[in-house]
C-alpha cells in the first residue's frame, strides 16, 4: 500500500510576488463580480492569504481596487507597445492596436474597465489611475501617427486629437457590446466601424488599411 500524500507546504513568497499574487485575485473577481461586490476577504481567501495580509500590502478596499486597476491596465499598456513598435509600417502597427484594443479584440475582459470607470467617480484614487492611463493609451496611439505622418505613410494634422475621437469611439463601442448586449450592432459592424474610423482618421481609403 502507498503511502498517503501529505499536502505540500505553501511556498514562502517573497514581498512583490505576494502583492502581485493579491492584484492577480482582485483582478479576477472584479471581472467576474464587479467592484461593489468584491470583499477583502474574497481577495484574501482566493489567494490563500489573511484579509491582513491583504490590507497590510494596500491598507484598503479603495486602494486594493486601484492597484488592481493599474495592474491590470499596465499589462495591457505593455502589450500595446509592443505592437506599436512591431518592425512594419504605421498603418499596419496602428490597425493592429486598434483592433486588440476594440471590444471585439483581446484586451483584458471591458467589464473590468467598465466598471473602473464607474467606481472612478467616487474614489479620487482610482480616478487618478484611470485619468494617467487613459493619458499613456493616447500618447502611445498618438506618437505612431505622428510617426506615419511625418514618414509620409498618411495624412493626419492633429494627431493627439486622432487618438481621442479613436479612443472615445473604443470605449462608447465597449459599453454598447459589454454592457447593452449586442442589440442591433453586430461585432463584424462593430470591427469595420473602428477600421473605417481609422481610415479617416489618416486620410486613407478603408481599402488601404488591408492592402498595406
Known amino acids: 500500500m502507498s503511502e498517503p500524500q501529505l499536502p505540500r507546504p505553501r511556498v514562502r513568497l517573497a514581498a512583490t510576488e505576494r502583492r502581485e499574487e493579491l492584484l492577480r ?6 471581472e467576474a463580480r464587479g467592484v461593489v461586490a468584491l470583499r477583502v476577504s474574497d481577495v484574501a481567501s482566493a489567494a490563500g492569504a489573511s484579509n491582513a495580509l491583504v490590507l497590510y500590502h494596500f491598507a484598503s478596499k479603495e486602494r486594493l481596487v486601484a492597484a488592481a486597476f493599474e ?3 499596465q499589462e495591457d499598456l505593455a502589450h500595446l507597445r509592443r505592437i506599436l513598435t512591431r518592425r512594419t509600417c504605421a ?14 479584440g ?13 467606481a472612478a467617480q467616487h474614489e479620487p484614487a482610482l480616478r487618478e489611475v484611470a485619468r494617467e492611463l487613459d493619458r499613456q493609451w493616447k500618447m502611445a496611439l498618438a ?7 511625418e514618414n509620409g505613410e498618411f495624412s493626419c494634422a492633429d494627431p493627439a486629437a486622432a487618438a481621442l475621437r479613436l479612443t472615445a ?13 449586442s442589440g442591433d ?12 474610423a ?3 482618421e489618416l486620410s486613407l481609403d478603408p481599402a488601404a488599411l488591408v492592402t498595406r
Open 25 to 30: 485575485a482582485a483582478v479576477a473577481l472584479i
Open 71 to 73: 495592474y491590470a491596465a
Open 91 to 104: 498603418v499596419r502597427r496602428l490597425r493592429a492596436a486598434v483592433r486588440w484594443y476594440a471590444p471585439t
Open 106 to 118: 483581446r484586451a483584458r475582459g471591458w467589464r473590468l474597465w467598465i466598471e473602473g470607470w464607474v
Open 143 to 149: 506618437g505612431v501617427i505622428s510617426e506615419g505622418d
Open 169 to 181: 469611439l473604443l470605449d462608447g463601442l465597449a459599453v454598447q457590446l459589454t454592457a447593452y448586449g
Open 185 to 196: 450592432l453586430t461585432r463584424t459592424e462593430a470591427r469595420q466601424w473602428v477600421d473605417e
Open 198 to 200: 481609422l481610415a479617416h
